[in-house]
Each structure stands twice: as structure tokens, then as C-alpha cells.
């Protein structure tokens, strides 16, 4: 449909002329309407922008103003750092420990707290006074169970069993020359982690000689050699050093050191020390490095890696390590160690040294781990131990030594310093283990055959000799390995040799093979045949039967 104007009548449309007439008068009135509000227009536009241009003019200083101050704050940051950067917000509760020490330090009373604490621990590291003593000046009398040691008794002793001036001789050029090679500080050796074992073997050769605090010769040297060792022994702690016999061997000179001076302070030391033995003994009676008393799965089905049924978990046992232990815990008792609950320890002792054996049925012996394949070296260790603690005459005592006996006639009758192929192609660790071997089968033989007998007589002879023959002009000794081993592989070879950390520097182990060889020729009056222990001993008494005080302390 049509729009509605198109419906109304035709004449009411206007003509052409007046349709112009019509736009003239409208053009001419919208222009004279519209003028006004356009020049308005134009008015506002333009004072708009007048406005707009203050408004923005006004606006600009206060934004360069605070670029211009945050860059001045940026260089002032680089010039003078105040503060450490703050961390991210994420890592805030795991920084918040690091950020409150600072703090802690910068406080007047904590600084004065710490130096307190440095200062304990110098002294405590420091060498203390040994009030009382004169080296030269007087004899110390020592007790019984060291009384041969020294004088009549010690010449008796060496010509009962087999000695003679020429070893007193050579012993005495070995002590000189690690007199002269002592620290200033007490020490000996030149690798940090080995002093202290080294300084606790080289004291026990000292002592063994019979040599005290007041030894015209030696004294100086013993108290300075104590006082280092009671400088490294703290509560409830491992001394630290390397082997990892160290502990045991520290604890061994401490508590001679204590038997022979009765010095107070190192009572303390020998029974921390002892303390820390005692805590380390697993339910076995054994030992493991770094005392480690934690059952392990010993024995696996080889296919199935699974426990057999009825197996049970065992602790760990290292008899090189263990040795030095027991010889410790020995030589605490004679000394009189009183700390609770020795005795137990000591009868717990026995019960591993019989666990560790190998079982009769399979010929007896000692092995590094219980029920391993024995080794001369450890079937010595195991034998000297069960003697000293009385048992001697027990099935495994006897049994091991029937088996060295039957397996290691040659070793047990030749000392072999250079390499000798009927001793070692029966033993192969024999030439670079010799010095340490030698040690304990020389104690073994003395204690077992009490110094008498064909085997510890041709034993006697051989190594005696040896020794003397292969000291060194200054007095020292280096080891068999070091000496003759040049055809050895050095990758195999694993002891008493410079190519091993701790024997790095030639010293270290010229040190540690002449406080050796030392030990074992002071054995015929170092510990003689009847000192050891029964269960009636351990069960009631010390075998230090003189308690009077002797006088001598240590600041």
C-alpha cells in the first residue's frame, strides 16, 4: 500500500514557484537562525581548548617530577647499598632463618657470647701446663703392671726372652729421630688428617720404652705428645682423623698415658674417649667404623636377592677396626678406667671376638668380617685379643692358632723384608701389610708360646734382625712396600705405601713405619705374658693395684 500523503487531493500541493519561495525563506532564516549558535560554537571550541591546554600544562610537572625522583632514588641505591635485596615474596618463609642471623649478630651481647665461645674452644685446642713436672730432674716410679719397662727389670725382661743390647740400640736411634720430627705443637706427621693417629702411635712407642713425663731424654717430648692428644679428644665425640682406627688408637695412648702419670685431666680424656668405645659396641660385641651399630641383611638367596626365611638382620663387624678397640678397652681397665658398665662391655667383648671367629668345623681363623675366610693378618689380631682378655685357651684361640700354624709356617718363622715368593704366593697382602702383619703376629707368638718356645724363638730371631738390618742411617724406617716394591702394582696396592693418601708425603709414612717397628721390638717388655684378664678379674677388680697420687696435673 501507498504512504498516506500520497492519498491527499492533488490540489493541494504548492506549485514550483512557491516551493522555491519556500526554500529561500528557509535557507535565509536557518542562516540567520543558525549564525548565533555557531559562532557559540566556535566560541566554546575555542575556549575549551584554552582550558584543556592549562589543565594539561598543569598536569605535566607533578608526572616528570616523580619519574625524576625515582631515578634519583635508583642512584643513590647503586652508590650506598643499605640493605641486602629483600627476597621474592614466594621464597619468604624459607629465607626468613637467613635474614634473622645478621640481625642476631650485630647485637652487642651475642658477639660477646661468641667470642666466650671461640675463646673455650682455644682453650681447649691450646697447650696446657703440666704443673709438677721437671723432665730430668726426678724418676717416676710406675707402677706394677709397667714396671719392667724401665731399669733391672726391663734388662731382665729382654734377656729372659730372647733380646739384646742391639735392640735397645735401634729402638733408642727410632725414638731420637721421631723426637726430632716432632711439631711444634705436639703432633707428628705432615697430612692433617692422619696427626693424630700417628701422634697417638708415636706415644705409645714412648711409653712402651718406659719413658715419662719426667725422662731426662724424653719427658719433653712425652708432655708435649699429651698434651696435644687431650687437645683433640671432646664429650661424647669421635676424635676425628684417618684411618678410621684413629679413635681407638688415641684412646689406647690416652689411657697408658693415664695408667703410667695418673694425671688427672687425662683420666678425663681417657674416659671420654672410653665412653664413646663402650657406646659404639653393637649386640654382637663387635665393631664397625664410625661405630656404626645398625643390623644389616648379611646374607641374601643369590637369585631372588630376598632374606631366607628364619635369617636374621646382623650388625656390622670389622676386626682391623675392632682390634684397636678391644686393645683399648684393655688397656682403659689396667690403667683403672672407673666409668660405669666397663666391665659388661669388656665381657661383651669376649662374646664377639668368639662370634667373629671362623666356625671350628671349617678350620678355625679370623677373617676382617665374622665367619669370612681368615687372613694371617686378622688371625693374628684375633688371637692377641683373646689372650689379653684371658682366652687364651679357648676352642677359638686354639683352633686360629692351629690353623696359622698349619697355613703360614713360612711367615711365621721369616721375616721377609724384601720380597720372598714362598712366603707371598701364600699370602699375597703379605709384602704391603708386612709391618702391620708383623706387629701383631710378633704380640700373638709372645703371649701365646710366653715368650718361649721353637716357633717364638725363630720368630724371635728373624725380625729382630730384620729390623735391625733395615733401619736407616738417621734412625727411621720406611716400609718393606716403599723400600723393595718397586716391581708392585701400584693400583693393588693399598697399604704402607706413598702412593696412599694418607702416606702422600714420604714422612707420614716413614713416621708411621718406625713408631711400628718400634712396638714391635719393645714387645719383651712392653706387656708381659701374664698380663691379662680372667672373668674373676673383670667381674671384680682393675689390674692397677697402686692408686696413690703422683702428683702431677695439667692446668
Not at 671461640?118 to 714396671?147: E, F, H
Amino acid at each position: 500500500m501507498p504512504p498516506e500523503h500520497d492519498t491527499a487531493p492533488l490540489d493541494t500541493h504548492p506549485t514550483y514557484e512557491e516551493y522555491l519561495r519556500a526554500q529561500r525563506i528557509t535557507l535565509r532564516d536557518v542562516t540567520q537562525h543558525i549564525t548565533g549558535p555557531v559562532i557559540s560554537v566556535i566560541f566554546h571550541v575555542i575556549l575549551i581548548a584554552f582550558v584543556g591546554s592549562i589543565v594539561v600544562f598543569e598536569a605535566t610537572p607533578p608526572r616528570e617530577e616523580i619519574a625524576v625522583d625515582m631515578t634519583e632514588l635508583e642512584v643513590r641505591d647503586v652508590e650506598t647499598p643499605p640493605e641486602p635485596p629483600k627476597p621474592p615474596e614466594e621464597a619468604l618463609d624459607d629465607v626468613k632463618p637467613k635474614i634473622d642471623r645478621p640481625k642476631v649478630k650485630t647485637n652487642a651481647t651475642a658477639i660477646d657470647v661468641g667470642n666466650i665461645a671461640v675463646a673455650d674452644v682455644n682453650v681447649n685446642v691450646s697447650v696446657p701446663n703440666l704443673v709438677g713436672v721437671k723432665p730430668g730432674k726426678s724418676a717416676l716410679k710406675l707402677p706394677q703392671i709397667y714396671a719392667r719397662r724401665t731399669g733391672a727389670q726391663k734388662k731382665r725382661a729382654m734377656k729372659i726372652y730372647g733380646a739384646d743390647e742391639r735392640n735397645e740400640q735401634t729402638v733408642g736411634k727410632a725414638l731420637d729421630w721421631l723426637a726430632a720430627n716432632q711439631n711444634p705443637d705436639g703432633s707428628w706427621g705432615v697430612y692433617g688428617p692422619t696427626k693424630n693417629f700417628l701422634t697417638a702411635q708415636a706415644t705409645l712407642a714412648f711409653l712402651a720404652h718406659g719413658d715419662t713425663p719426667k725422662s731426662a731424654k724424653f719427658g719433653s717430648v712425652l708432655i708435649k705428645a699429651i698434651k696435644y692428644l687431650l687437645s683433640q679428644v671432646k664429650p661424647g665425640r669421635i676424635t676425628s682423623g684417618s684411618p678410621y682406627y684413629t679413635h681407638p688408637i688415641v684412646a689406647y695412648a690416652l689411657s697408658e698415658a693415664y695408667g703410667i702419670t695418673r694425671i688427672p685431666k687425662v683420666k678425663e680424656a681417657m674416659d671420654e674417649s672410653i665412653k664413646v668405645i663402650m657406646n659404639g659396641i653393637t649386640k654382637r660385641g663387635g665393631f664397625y667404623p664410625g661405630y656404626d651399630r645398625r643390623p644389616r641383611i648379611v646374607k641374601r638367596d643369590p637369585y631372588t636377592g630376598r632374606m631366607p626365611k628364619g635369617t636374621q638382620t646382623e650388625p656390622l663387624c670389622n676386626l682391623d677396626f675392632a682390634g684397636w678397640n678391644y686393645q683399648a678397652l684393655k688397656a682403659a681397665f689396667a690403667a683403672g678406667c672407673d666409668v660405669p658398665g666397663l666391665e659388661k662391655t669388656m665381657e661383651l667383648a669376649i662374646k664377639g671376638l668368639k662370634y667373629h671367629a671362623r666356625p671350628v668345623k671349617a678350620g678355625g681363623g679370623f677373617g676382617v668380617s665374622p665367619k669370612n675366610n681368615p687372613d694371617f693378618g686378622m688371625t693374628g689380631v684375633g688371637i692377641l685379643c683373646l689372650g689379653l682378655y684371658g682366652e687364651d685357651k679357648s676352642k677359638e684361640s686354639r683352633e686360629a692358632y692351629k690353623w696359622i700354624k698349619d697355613n703360614n709356617r713360612e711367615g711365621l718363622t721369616n721375616c721377609s723384608w724384601k720380597y720372598d715368593k714362598k712366603v707371598h704366593d701364600k699370602y699375597k697382602q703379605a709384602f704391603t701389610y708386612a709391618l702391620y702383619t708383623w706387629y701383631y703376629q710378633t704380640q700373638m707368638l709372645f703371649q701365646k708360646e710366653k715368650g718361649h718356645g721353637g716357633i717364638w724363638g725363630k720368630w724371635n730371631r728373624s725380625f729382630s734382625r730384620a729390623l735391625i738390618r733395615e733401619q736407616e742411617k738417621d734412625g727411621h724406617w720406611s716400609s718393606p712396600a716403599q723400600k723393595y716394591g718397586q716391581h708392585l702394582d701400584p693400583t693393588q696396592t693399598t697399604a704402607e705405601w706413598t702412593r696412599v693418601k694418607q702416606f702422600k708425603d714420604p714422612k707420614d709414612l716413614y713416621i708411621y713405619a718406625t713408631t711400628i717397628c718400634c712396638l714391635t721390638l719393645e714387645v719383651y717388655y712392653r706387656y708381659l705374658p701374664t698380663y691379662k684378664l680372667t672373668r674373676d678379674k673383670v667381674a671384680k677388680k682393675s689390674l692397677f693395684d697402686d692408686d696413690d697420687d703422683l702428683g702431677l696435673k695439667i692446668d
